[in-house]
């Protein structure tokens, strides 16, 4: 049996998890997010404790106000976690306990873009009546989802422009075949797409550009906070505005998971 690992429960992705884990021959237990009566001598037959994504505190349900992790945990656990908050960590540290984080992990992250991909294509059939083949699609920025989306785009058989700051970003979406430009460029190009997919967490879209957009225009905003445009904006010009971010875990949770338990256990832990 593997070592014995408690998983915080706060959506169907820890759930999912649990459960996966269980099916690979681990000793799993989910852990009740609303339960916060846990107590320090519940957690010490556990060896692992997975947190949730994103693992901030508010999303630790056993913590009492004012208490932290090392109060609870010993240097005998082990703490998982994806994008691990930074006070957590220096909390853990201090104490001596390890941790990981599965948002550091390359192959990680990969497949958790392709998965991001999938979910804006499901946002973009969801919100249009139109056929997408020979549509203008413009997705800005060209990390690891902008990428992979605009390759599944592209399939769709749409034409995909890429805007990003990156000149390497930029020289890399030419030679996989599609027009690419700066962001100050892209701005005199509004009028021209029926959809617009953002990856970039800064604004880049003010209130003249949104101005601009065609009122068929749809905008998918992808990025995390700040975003890349202010959704108040869409609404006093009456344009199309679709929320869109952390989309794998809201509509994928069985794939986040097994992505999460893959990570895992490629650990042995």
Known sequence: MKRKTAVVSYNKVQSELCRKLKEGGWDCQEISFYNTHLLKEHLESFENIILPFPSKRENIGFLTEGAELSQVLSENHTVVGGLIDSEIKKDLEEAGIPYIDYFENEAYVLKNA????????????????????????????????????????????????????????????????????????????LFYYSFIFNTVPFLIFGDEDIKRLPKSTVYFELA?????????????????YVAGAALPGKLFPEAVAENIAHFIESRGR
């Open 114 to 189: 392709y998965i991001t991909s999938q979910g804006a294509l499901k946002l973009l059939l969801e919100n249009t009546e139109s056929f997408v083949v020979g549509k203008n699609v413009l997705v800005t920025g060209f990390g690891r989802i902008g990428k992979s989306l605009a390759v599944m785009l592209k399939a769709l058989g749409m034409n995909v422009f890429v805007a990003a700051r990156s000149e390497t970003a930029r020289a890399e979406a030419e030679t996989m075949s599609f027009t690419a430009f700066n962001l100050s460029k892209m701005k005199s190009t």
């Open 224 to 240: 995390s906070k700040p975003f890349g445009a202010d959704r108040d904006s869409f609404d006093n010009y009456l344009k199309k």
